[in-house]
């Protein structure tokens, strides 16, 4: 894990503290907890999983980081901050890439700065944010003209062009096909290691999660609390078919239930 990190920058990753969060939701006058007691630290630079049964909390743990919603019990801090509303320097990558379609590519990275009112002094990065997903040729294009994978860098570009210090990416790829998917993990494993930003991962991908991960940590059923803390020590660039990530991945399914399957 320390070769993967060693020639980023040391302060571009945010270190994230979750404390003690429990969450609930009221729903018809009921309480329905979600999240039970769930303790986890987060490096600077670190790219961590959440892993888990559907319906588990994984979203709503990635929420409550994001500053969407305050825990019910418990807190949360970046970089030693008390996080309770959302910043700029945390950004969400949603599964739906949620483009305007009347809105050029261009000027859907944009959305951030304009709406900040910093474009017209730092429209740089806008072209910095397409050339690292690779999107230069297709600045003027608008998102009825794209593939799937490529409204998803669109939507990835948006994300970087605030230069988060984390992001937070809830099954960015979960809609996509599955060449494209292996494509995208690929392009967001090397953007993690070249940027530096700390990444925080839902996905409901065993695969997925050992593939781009530093820790893959694996919640229990609904409320979810922390069963595992899965540290994937092999470098990158990583092999699909390394006979340590088929380990690996027998241990989660284990953790999950479902090793008898396989």
Not at 71 to 85: C, N, Y
Not at 107 to 120: D, F, M, Q
Not at 208 to 220: G, K, P, Q, T
């Amino acid at each position: 894990m320390v070769g993967a990190l060693a020639h980023v920058q040391a302060d571009a990753g945010a270190v994230i503290d979750v404390h003690d969060v429990s969450h609930r939701f009221d729903l018809d006058g009921k309480s329905l907890p979600v999240l039970n007691r769930v303790s986890l630290r987060i490096e600077p630079g670190e790219l961590v999983s959440l892993l888990g049964p559907s319906g588990c909390g994984k979203s709503t743990l990635l929420r409550l980081v994001a500053g969407l919603e305050t825990p019910t019990v418990g807190t949360i801090t970046a970089d030693g901050a008390l996080v309770t509303r959302p910043d700029p320097s945390r950004v969400v990558m949603f599964q739906d890439p949620t483009l305007y379609p009347w809105r050029t590519v261009r000027a859907n990275v944009s959305l951030g700065l304009e709406a900040r009112g910093l474009l017209r002094r730092q429209v740089h990065r806008v072209d910095e944010a397409l050339q690292l997903v690779g999107l230069t040729q297709f600045a003027t294009a608008y998102p009825h003209q794209l593939s799937g994978g490529m409204a998803q860098r669109v939507s990835l570009a948006r994300a970087l062009v605030n230069d988060p210090r984390l992001l937070l990416l809830d099954e960015p790829l979960g809609k996509l096909d599955s060449m494209t998917r292996m494509t995208m993990q690929q392009e967001l494993v090397a953007l993690w290691q070249r940027t530096g930003f700390t990444s925080l991962l839902v996905t409901h991908d065993v695969e997925e999660a050992l593939f781009m991960s530093n820790r893959v940590i694996v919640l229990s059923d609904r409320p979810a609390a922390i069963r595992a803390d899965v540290v994937v020590d092999l470098p990158f660039p990583r092999h699909r078919g390394d006979p340590r990530l088929a380990e690996l991945r027998r241990e989660i399914l284990g953790l999950l239930g479902l090793d008898a399957d396989w």
